[in-house]
């Protein structure tokens, strides 16, 4: 396929996300010169086919997309996108039709100011995310049939980036180590990848 550059694209083009059925992309750039949004794009051409917050910058008053810690989530069937947004002090999980742009959900979890690392199981059943709460960063998963929000870890250590597997009956994410919490003084701490079993809760470091 070709390579998005030029005057397809801006200067800065992050986070991209290919479909499951690999004909689109969506990323994060500055095509239009003002901020950066949401476009989406074929993957055979490297058309873009619009820009895909552009109903949602409409609708709400969305201060900054988090695109560093969070790139976003396809639904298992290509369908909608789900990724974090930044509003009026707090992070928001966001659901938009790739095809329409039209906001599909808008979450605002109460006590949960910061979401992050949205990834959708393969069931299309849930979302998992990266959630802080009074500085501890735990697992939760929200359930889009029965829209519940349920906490998976209770950890003091950092839980972060969660996939799914292929089979969606394990999670895997960043923890920091047994030994992170020993160093006070250090510039960076100790990471390790754990294995979540939904069914259980159990986890286990790889």
Known sequence: ?????GDKVGSNNLSPVISPDGRKVIFLSDKSAIN??????????????GRLSR???????????????SAGTWSP???YFAFTTYQQGKNQLVIVDAQSGDIDRELDFEGLPALSNPSWSP??????????????SDLYVYDLENEDFRR?????RSALHPDWSPSGD??????ESSDARQVEEADWRPYEMVIYDVRSGNQEPI
């Open 1 to 5: 396929g070709d390579v998005l550059a």
């Open 36 to 49: 950066i949004n949401l476009y989406i794009a074929r993957t055979e051409t490297g058309e873009i086919i």
């Open 55 to 69: 109903k949602l910058q409409r609708q709400s008053d969305i201060d900054d997309y988090s695109y560093v810690r």
């Open 77 to 79: 069937d290509s369908r």
């Open 123 to 136: 069931s299309g059943e849930e979302i998992v995310v990266s959630g802080m709460r009074y500085g501890q």
């Open 152 to 156: 998976l870890t209770d950890d003091p």
């Open 170 to 175: 394990r999670i895997v994410y960043v923890r």
